[in-house]
């Protein structure tokens, strides 16, 4: 049995012009209903604004060694299109969570970057819910520390997404 690649499947699924064209003609509407190729605000094209705006997201709660805990409510300004947490913004904020824990373990001399993360969206948060960030420590070496961020809904406890995330550390220069 040959096989086929994905790419061949659709092309040969949308050969027909016509279906092609309304296909497309689909795709575009969803996007224009979603707000692309939209201008934004002038406000909102300053440089740091995402930055600014998840900071003003985020309470920290407690910072221990290896861990840290914050809370978020999620407010109309960072949500999608069907009015639940925008995904963008959990990244941000889990990336920020991250490194802030990592923070925690490394020393400040050391540069710190993030090599790897991936987010898990388990289910979607909808306006005015309560979260709870959670970040802590996995594993710390001398050049590598990995990182996991957990989300849930104050009161219930029910985990919504969850974030892994890897951090490379450069060596200290010995001159």
Known sequence: MASTSSSSLIRSSASNTDEWNLRKKYVEGFLQR????KDLPETHQKKGFVSDMMRNLLKVDRIERGRIVCHLTVKRLVTNAYGTFHGGTVAGVAELVATACARTVVDE?????????????LSASAINVELEVDGCIVKS???????????????????????????????????
């Open 34 to 37: 979603l707000g692309a190729s």
């Open 109 to 121: 001399d050391r540069e710190l970057f993030l090599g790897e993360m991936s987010l898990s969206y």
């Open 141 to 175: 070496g001398r050049n590598v520390t990995t990182t996991s961020v957990e989300f849930r809904v104050r009161g219930t406890n029910k985990v919504v997404y969850t974030a892994h995330a890897t951090f490379f550390t450069a060596p200290v220069s010995k001159l």
